[in-house]
C-alpha cells in the first residue's frame, strides 16, 4: 500500500535548519493498522503529512496504492488526497456554519457528485457512525466525542484506502474515545489501512504494529501487544540527551 | 462543484457575518446608485434642453448674415459684406418650397412709456407669421396684422409682464403707448411664455418689421426665422435657402442653422456632461471594490484553517480560487441590486421635488452601473482568493 524510501525533509526555522525526517523508509501493508509514537518535535506530524500528501519530502520516494506521488503536481494531489486518503484530526476540524451532513458532504462537492447522491451517501456515512438522527445539528450542538464521529463519517464517505488520524481521541474524554477508536477498528477490519498518531499508549497498543519516532528517524518498530517496550524507548528519547 | 453548490458554500460563508457583509455591500449599493442618480440628472437635463427646444418649434430652420464655419459659434464678427434685406427674406420665402412659413426678425432695444410709466425692454420688429413660427400665443387681442412686409404700421404687441406693468389696472388693448419717440398703438397682448432661447418673451414689445427699421435705423434683418413643412425637409431647405442666397449676394455669406444643429449641440455636450458624471460615481465603485477587498482578506484570514481543511479534503486550487471569488461577486451584485434600487427611489424623489426636471437614467449607465459592480466584485475578490489557494495545508491545519 505504502512504500517510503530514504524520505527526508527539512524545515527552515529562524534560519535554522530542522530536520523533521532523515531518511525515513518504511512499507506498510494494505489493510494495516499502525500507530506512529514519538515526543514532539520527532517528526511525527511531518510524516503523517508526507503519508497525506499535504506536505512533499524533499528528498527520498512516496508510492501510495502502486504510484508514485512524490513527482505529482498539485493539482494530481488534491485528486489523490479526494479519493485515496481520508484525514481525522484532533481538533475535527468541521466547519462551524454546516451541518454535520453538510460537513459529510464536502468532500462529495468537490468531486462533482449530484445533490441527491450526496445526500444518500452522508446519511449513511452518518448511520454508521450513529448519527443519523443528528444529521440536521451544527457542530456547536454536538459534543465532542460526536463531532470527531462526524469527521469520521466525511473522511470515508469517498470511500478512501487510507485513513490518517491525527490524535484523533486527544480531545475526548475515555468513553467517547474509545467509541471513536472501536469505529476507526471496524472501517480497519472492513480492509481500510489505518495509521494513528498518537502518544497516547493505550491507543498505540491497539494497533498491529507500532513505530516511535525521534529526531526524524524511526528508532523502533514493534507489534502493539508489546507496546511496555515501546513505551521505554519513548520514556528514554524524552528524558534523553 | 457545480455553480449552485459554489453559491450556496458562499452564501452560508457570507452569512457566517452578515455585519461585515452587509457593511461592503452597502458600499458597492452607494456607488451603483450614485452612477444611476447622477446620469438620471444629466439625462434628465438633457431631455430639459431638448424640450425647450421643441417648445420653439422643432422644424425651425434660422438664417443668420455673416459665415460661420461652425454652429454654435457667434457669427457675425470679421465683417458682414451683405445685409439681410426684405427682399432676401422675400425671395427665400417663395423660392423655396419646404418652407412653410417664415417670419424675418429686427432685434433692439427700445423705451417703452405710458404715462409716466416708463419701461427698457426688447424690440422685435417682425410678421404676423412670427405667432405660429415662435409658437407664442395671444392672451388678449390680436397679433401684428398680415401686412406686406415692406410696409410699416403703427401698431404694437406687448409681452405679459410689460403690459401688467404698463397698465397694472386698465386694459392695454387699444391704448396708444410711446415707442422710442414713436406713438404706437396696442393691438395685443401675448400670453406668458417665459425664456425661450435666452430672451424673456414676457418682456417685449413686437412691431411689424418695417417700422422696426426704420426706428432701429437698420438696413438689414438680425435673422429669418422659418418653419418648415416636415422634419425631413430640413437639408433641402437649407441647400435651397443658400442656393437662393448665394445666387443674390454673388457670394456664400450667411450661416444657416437648422434647430437640429442646435439640438445636437446641446444634446452632444449634456451627454458628455452625462457621462462624466456617470464616471465620477463609477469612482466611488472602485472604492467600494477595495472594500470587499478588505472584507474578503479578513475572511481569508481568518479561514486559515478551513482552507487548509477543504485541500485535505481535495479541493484544487481552481476550486478554492472560485468558492473565494463567488462570496466577493455575490457581495457586489447584491450590492448593485440593492444600488440600482436606491438610485431608483432617489431619482423617483428627485422627480417628485423637480418635475419639471424629466430626470430617468439612460439605460446604458443602468447597465454599465450593475455590470461594473459585478466586475468590481471579481476583480477586487481575486487577490484575497489567491492568496486562499496559496495557503500551505499544513500551516493552515496547524490552528485549532
Same mark, same amino acid.
Given at each position: 500500500?505504502?512504500?517510503?524510501?530514504?524520505?527526508?525533509?527539512?524545515?527552515?526555522?529562524?534560519?535554522? /535548519?530542522?530536520?523533521?525526517?532523515?531518511?525515513?523508509?518504511e512499507?506498510i501493508?494494505a489493510?494495516?493498522?499502525?500507530?506512529?509514537m514519538g /515526543?514532539s518535535?520527532?517528526?511525527?506530524?511531518?510524516?503523517?503529512?508526507?503519508l497525506?500528501?499535504?506536505?512533499?519530502?524533499d528528498?527520498g520516494?512516496y508510492q501510495?496504492?502502486?504510484?508514485?506521488?512524490?513527482?505529482l503536481?498539485e493539482?494530481?494531489?488534491s485528486?489523490?488526497?479526494?479519493?485515496?486518503?481520508?484525514f481525522?484530526?484532533q481538533f475535527?476540524?468541521l466547519?462551524p456554519?454546516?451541518?454535520?451532513?453538510?460537513?459529510?458532504?464536502?468532500?462529495m462537492i468537490?468531486a462533482?457528485?449530484?445533490p441527491?447522491e450526496?445526500?444518500e451517501?452522508?446519511?449513511?456515512?452518518?448511520?454508521?457512525?450513529?448519527?443519523e438522527?443528528?444529521?440536521?445539528?451544527?457542530p456547536?450542538q454536538?459534543?465532542?466525542?460526536e463531532?470527531?464521529?462526524?469527521?469520521?463519517?466525511?473522511?470515508?464517505v469517498?470511500?478512501p484506502?487510507l485513513?490518517?488520524?491525527?490524535?484523533?481521541?486527544?480531545?475526548?474524554?475515555?468513553a467517547?474515545?474509545?467509541h471513536?477508536?472501536?469505529?476507526?477498528?471496524?472501517?480497519?477490519a472492513?480492509?481500510?489501512?489505518l495509521?494513528?498518531v498518537t502518544?497516547d /499508549?493505550?491507543?498505540?497498543?491497539?494497533?498491529k504494529r507500532?513505530?516511535?519516532?525521534?529526531d526524524?528517524?524511526?528508532?523502533?518498530r514493534? /507489534?502493539g501487544s508489546?507496546?511496555q517496550?515501546?513505551?521505554?524507548?519513548?520514556?528514554?528519547?524524552?528524558?534523553?540527551p | 462543484?457545480?455553480?449552485v453548490?459554489?453559491?450556496a458554500?458562499a452564501?452560508?460563508?457570507?452569512?457566517?457575518?452578515?455585519?461585515?457583509?452587509?457593511l461592503s455591500?452597502?458600499?458597492?449599493a452607494i456607488?451603483?446608485?450614485?452612477?444611476?442618480?447622477?446620469?438620471?440628472l444629466?439625462?434628465?437635463?438633457?431631455?430639459y434642453?431638448?424640450?425647450?427646444?421643441a417648445?420653439?418649434?422643432?422644424?425651425?430652420?434660422?438664417?443668420? @448674415?455673416?459665415?460661420?464655419e461652425?454652429?454654435?459659434?457667434?457669427?457675425?464678427?470679421g465683417?458682414?459684406?451683405?445685409?439681410l434685406?426684405?427682399?432676401?427674406?422675400?425671395?427665400?420665402?417663395?423660392?423655396v418650397?419646404?418652407?412653410?412659413?417664415?417670419?424675418p426678425?429686427?432685434?433692439g432695444?427700445e423705451?417703452?412709456?405710458?404715462?409716466?410709466?416708463?419701461?427698457?425692454?426688447a424690440?422685435?420688429?417682425?410678421?404676423h407669421?412670427?405667432?405660429?413660427?415662435?409658437?407664442?400665443?395671444?392672451a388678449q387681442?390680436?397679433?401684428?396684422?398680415?401686412? @406686406?412686409?415692406d410696409?410699416?404700421?403703427?401698431v404694437?404687441?406687448?409681452?405679459?409682464?410689460?403690459a401688467?406693468?404698463?397698465f397694472?389696472?386698465?386694459?392695454?388693448?387699444?391704448?396708444?403707448?410711446?415707442?422710442?419717440d414713436?406713438?404706437?398703438?396696442?393691438?395685443?397682448?401675448?400670453?406668458?411664455?417665459g425664456?425661450?432661447?435666452?430672451?424673456d418673451?414676457?418682456?417685449?414689445?413686437?412691431?411689424?418689421?418695417?417700422?422696426a427699421?426704420?426706428m432701429?435705423n437698420?438696413s438689414?434683418?438680425?435673422?429669418?426665422?422659418?418653419?418648415?413643412?416636415s422634419y425631413?425637409?430640413?437639408?433641402?431647405?437649407?441647400?435651397?435657402?443658400?442656393?437662393?442666397? +448665394? *445666387?443674390?449676394?454673388?457670394?456664400?455669406?450667411?450661416?444657416?442653422?437648422?434647430q437640429?444643429?442646435v439640438? +445636437?449641440?446641446?444634446d452632444?455636450?449634456?451627454?458628455?456632461l452625462t457621462?462624466?458624471?456617470?464616471?465620477?460615481?463609477a469612482?466611488?465603485?472602485?472604492?467600494?471594490?477595495?472594500g470587499?477587498?478588505?472584507?474578503?482578506?479578513?475572511?481569508?484570514?481568518?479561514?486559515t484553517r *478551513?482552507?487548509?481543511?477543504?485541500?485535505?479534503?481535495g479541493?484544487?486550487?481552481?476550486?478554492i480560487?472560485?468558492?473565494f471569488?463567488?462570496?466577493?461577486?455575490l457581495i457586489s451584485?447584491?450590492?448593485?441590486?440593492?444600488g440600482?434600487?436606491?438610485g431608483?427611489?432617489?431619482?423617483?424623489?428627485?422627480?417628485?421635488?423637480?418635475?419639471?426636471?424629466?430626470a430617468?437614467?439612460?439605460a446604458?449607465?443602468?447597465?454599465?452601473?450593475?455590470?461594473?459592480?459585478?466586475?468590481v466584485?471579481?476583480?477586487f475578490g481575486?487577490l484575497?482568493?489567491?492568496?486562499a489557494?496559496r495557503?500551505? @495545508?499544513? +500551516?493552515?491545519?496547524?490552528?485549532r
Amino acid at each position: 500500500m505504502i512504500r517510503l524510501a530514504g524520505i527526508s525533509r527539512t524545515y527552515e526555522v529562524g534560519g535554522e /535548519p530542522v530536520h523533521a525526517l532523515v531518511d525515513v523508509s518504511e512499507e506498510i501493508q494494505a489493510g494495516e493498522h499502525l500507530a506512529i509514537m514519538g /515526543p514532539s518535535g520527532s517528526g511525527k506530524s511531518t510524516l503523517l503529512h508526507v503519508l497525506g500528501c499535504l506536505d512533499r519530502p524533499d528528498r527520498g520516494t512516496y508510492q501510495l496504492d502502486g504510484r508514485d506521488v512524490s513527482r505529482l503536481d498539485e493539482a494530481e494531489l488534491s485528486l489523490v488526497r479526494r479519493h485515496t486518503i481520508g484525514f481525522v484530526f484532533q481538533f475535527f476540524h468541521l466547519v462551524p456554519r454546516l451541518s454535520a451532513q453538510e460537513n459529510v458532504e464536502l468532500p462529495m462537492i468537490f468531486a462533482g457528485t449530484k445533490p441527491a447522491e450526496r445526500r444518500e451517501r452522508a446519511l449513511a456515512r452518518l448511520r454508521a457512525v450513529g448519527l443519523e438522527p443528528r444529521a440536521k445539528h451544527r457542530p456547536d450542538q454536538l459534543s465532542g466525542g460526536e463531532r470527531q464521529r462526524v469527521a469520521l463519517a466525511r473522511a470515508t464517505v469517498l470511500e478512501p484506502k487510507l485513513i490518517l488520524a491525527d490524535e484523533p481521541t486527544g480531545n475526548l474524554d475515555t468513553a467517547s474515545g474509545r467509541h471513536v477508536l472501536e469505529l476507526l477498528e471496524q472501517m480497519n477490519a472492513a480492509g481500510l489501512t489505518l495509521i494513528v498518531v498518537t502518544h497516547d /499508549p493505550a491507543v498505540a497498543r491497539r494497533a498491529k504494529r507500532v513505530l516511535v519516532l525521534k529526531d526524524g528517524s524511526v528508532v523502533y518498530r514493534g /507489534p502493539g501487544s508489546r507496546i511496555q517496550e515501546a513505551v521505554e524507548i519513548l520514556a528514554a528519547a524524552e528524558n534523553g540527551p | 462543484m457545480s455553480l449552485v453548490d459554489l453559491v450556496a458554500f458562499a452564501l452560508r460563508a457570507l452569512r457566517g457575518h452578515r455585519l461585515r457583509t452587509a457593511l461592503s455591500l452597502l458600499g458597492v449599493a452607494i456607488g451603483v446608485a450614485a452612477v444611476v442618480t447622477l446620469t438620471a440628472l444629466g439625462e434628465g437635463a438633457r431631455r430639459y434642453v431638448r424640450g425647450q427646444f421643441a417648445a420653439v418649434g422643432s422644424n425651425m430652420v434660422i438664417v443668420l @448674415p455673416g459665415k460661420s464655419e461652425t454652429t454654435g459659434a457667434m457669427p457675425g464678427f470679421g465683417g458682414v459684406p451683405h445685409d439681410l434685406t426684405l427682399d432676401d427674406a422675400l425671395a427665400v420665402a417663395r423660392g423655396v418650397r419646404e418652407v412653410d412659413k417664415l417670419a424675418p426678425m429686427v432685434v433692439g432695444t427700445e423705451t417703452v412709456a405710458f404715462g409716466e410709466r416708463r419701461r427698457q425692454v426688447a424690440l422685435f420688429g417682425s410678421s404676423h407669421e412670427a405667432l405660429e413660427v415662435r409658437r407664442l400665443a395671444m392672451a388678449q387681442g390680436r397679433f401684428l396684422p398680415a401686412i @406686406p412686409w415692406d410696409r410699416g404700421a403703427p401698431v404694437v404687441v406687448l409681452g405679459s409682464q410689460l403690459a401688467r406693468e404698463l397698465f397694472p389696472a386698465a386694459d392695454p388693448v387699444g391704448q396708444v403707448v410711446r415707442v422710442g419717440d414713436w406713438r404706437m398703438r396696442v393691438i395685443g397682448v401675448l400670453e406668458p411664455r417665459g425664456q425661450q432661447l435666452g430672451i424673456d418673451m414676457d418682456d417685449v414689445v413686437i412691431v411689424p418689421v418695417a417700422t422696426a427699421m426704420k426706428m432701429l435705423n437698420r438696413s438689414g434683418l438680425f435673422r429669418l426665422v422659418m418653419q418648415v413643412r416636415s422634419y425631413a425637409d430640413l437639408g433641402r431647405t437649407r441647400e435651397g435657402v443658400l442656393r437662393i442666397l +448665394t *445666387e443674390r449676394h454673388g457670394e456664400e455669406d450667411v450661416t444657416v442653422i437648422t434647430q437640429d444643429a442646435v439640438v +445636437t449641440a446641446f444634446d452632444s455636450i449634456l451627454g458628455a456632461l452625462t457621462m462624466a458624471l456617470g464616471g465620477i460615481a463609477a469612482v466611488s465603485l472602485a472604492v467600494a471594490g477595495v472594500g470587499i477587498m478588505n472584507v474578503m482578506l479578513v475572511s481569508v484570514s481568518e479561514r486559515t484553517r *478551513e482552507v487548509g481543511l477543504l485541500k485535505a479534503l481535495g479541493a484544487g486550487r481552481g476550486q478554492i480560487l472560485a468558492a473565494f471569488l463567488a462570496e466577493a461577486v455575490l457581495i457586489s451584485s447584491a450590492g448593485g441590486v440593492l444600488g440600482l434600487g436606491l438610485g431608483w427611489a432617489a431619482v423617483l424623489g428627485l422627480v417628485a421635488v423637480y418635475p419639471a426636471l424629466p430626470a430617468s437614467p439612460p439605460a446604458w449607465a443602468v447597465a454599465a452601473a450593475f455590470a461594473l459592480a459585478v466586475a468590481v466584485g471579481a476583480v477586487f475578490g481575486v487577490l484575497p482568493a489567491r492568496r486562499a489557494t496559496r495557503l500551505d @495545508p499544513v +500551516t493552515a491545519l496547524a490552528g485549532r
